[in-house]
């Protein structure tokens, strides 16, 4: 079956400095997505990676704060910009029209545990 | 008030009790129904999924989807202590974004 790998697995950062979390796999998809989960909560979507065009951001997440990239369909990153202590979460990376699997629901990477100090 | 209402527990039972996990919604746009599971330090893996009304069984797990009223659940039978994790319900609408909405997850806890 499909996999879907996200780097890095964690990292401690300090405030006011950017990490980039890369999601990657192994066979074409129709959509990405990143999720935050913060510290024992649900999660909440912060973009939809489209592919060769710019995000669609949801309500309360800015480009500025949440870069994303898509350059093919089988990749994507999300940068954590200007980082502070609220940023502390979980980073999840989806993915939606995985061959061989439901097409109308969505599949989740291993998340990136970030911690800003 | 939230889109998915979910009881966050923890909910704590003997092993090979019936469990029973649910969720109510206010967006009657809803048709896609999933329930993840979610063990500690992992991210959320698919367990079920329905699309609109009635039940689906797959082993030991039974999801149900009451449409009219709003409220879905998820059942687990002779529970182990491997479904010990965190459960979460999901929804989406079938036009437009293909977002979904979660709840805040039930920590569940089955003990030998």
């Known amino acids: 079956s499909a996999v879907i790998s996200q780097k890095p697995s964690r990292d401690i950062c300090q405030r006011g400095t950017s990490l980039t979390i890369q999601c990657q796999v192994d066979?074409?998809?129709?959509?990405m997505f990143w999720y935050r989960q913060q510290p024992g909560q649900s999660l909440t979507l912060i973009a939809t990676?489209?592919?060769?065009?710019?995000?669609?951001?949801e309500s309360g997440f800015v480009i500025d704060k949440f870069p994303i990239s898509r350059p093919n369909l089988t990749f994507s990153t999300l940068t954590v910009s200007n980082m502070s202590p609220e940023d502390s979460s979980i980073y999840l990376c989806?993915?939606?029209?995985?061959?061989?699997?439901?097409?109308?629901?969505?599949?989740f990477g291993p998340g990136t545990r970030l911690t800003v100090l | 008030q939230k889109e998915v209402e979910q009881d966050p527990g923890p909910l704590s039972v003997p092993e090979g009790a019936i469990v029973s996990l649910n969720c109510t919604y206010s967006n009657s746009a809803f048709q896609y129904f999933m329930w993840y599971r979610q063990y500690s330090r992992k991210g959320p893996e698919l367990l079920m999924y329905?699309?609109?009304?009635g039940n689906k069984e797959d082993g030991r797990f039974t999801a149900q989807v009451d449409k009219s009223s709003k409220y879905i659940s998820l059942f687990i039978r002779d529970s182990q202590p491997s479904d010990s994790a965190t459960y979460l319900c999901a929804m989406r609408e079938i036009q437009g974004a293909q977002k979904l909405v979660f709840g805040q997850g039930t920590r569940l806890t089955i003990n030998p």
């Open positions: 990676a489209n592919q060769g065009s710019e995000a669609t951001y």
């Open positions: 989806s993915v939606q029209g995985l061959s061989g699997k439901v097409t109308d629901t969505q599949y």
């Open positions: 329905t699309y609109s009304s």
């Open positions: 066979s074409q998809v129709t959509m």
